[in-house]
């Protein structure tokens, strides 16, 4: 029995096509093979298309995930150092602020010890002074008083003595 591979339609009017396209019965299952095989080349086809756009959706994927977790650790990064800057910026606020407390407060103390100190040593030169100007003014108003008191002295035994040579001449 002879098979049209052109038609469906198994007909036996040879004119329909050319010889060579006819076949026997055995040549069936070489057909039906090859058709299987191009059916298994279709299903690799589609597997192959299959793992390229598997592969495509991964690495779209990795890649999306990629930015996400980039730009989730460059946030992160991003507070983490604002943080840290915050907290530097507060420490060395705190110490300038500290410093300028600490020279305002010496300051403070050093002007008030020295006034203390310059009280102290005014008070010590003033009784040293006045002590000196007393003694001085002392020995002066001494010096003056003797003289005055040997004047007088002198004065009153110069008359006595007068009187006493009058009485005797």
Same mark, same amino acid.
């Given at each position: ?45 589609? @597997? ?22 980039? @730009? ?21 606020? %705190? ?6 407390? +600490? ?11 020295? @006034?203390?100190? %310059? ?9 040293? !002074? +006045?002590?000196? !100007? ?7 108003? %001494? ?13 009153? !035994? ?12």
């Amino acid at each position: 029995m002879l098979y049209c591979n052109s038609f469906r339609n198994n007909s036996f009017n040879f004119e329909c096509c050319p010889l060579q396209i006819w076949s026997t019965s055995s040549n069936k299952f070489e057909r039906e093979r090859e058709r299987e095989r191009e059916r298994e080349r279709e299903r690799e086809r589609k @597997r192959r298309a299959g793992r390229q756009a598997d592969r495509q959706a991964g690495r779209q994927a990795g890649r999306q995930a990629g930015r996400q977790a980039g @730009r989730q650790a460059g946030r992160q990064a991003g507070r983490q150092a604002g943080r840290q800057a915050g907290r530097q910026a507060g420490r060395q606020a %705190d110490r300038q602020t500290d410093r300028q407390r +600490d020279r305002q407060t010496d300051r403070q103390t050093d002007r008030q010890t020295d @006034r203390e100190t %310059d009280r102290q040593t005014d008070r010590q030169t003033d009784r040293q !002074t +006045d002590r000196q !100007t007393d003694r001085q003014t002392d020995r002066q108003t %001494d010096r003056q008083t003797d003289r005055q008191a040997g004047r007088q002295a002198g004065r009153q !035994t110069g008359r006595q003595a007068g009187r006493q040579a009058g009485r005797q001449t």
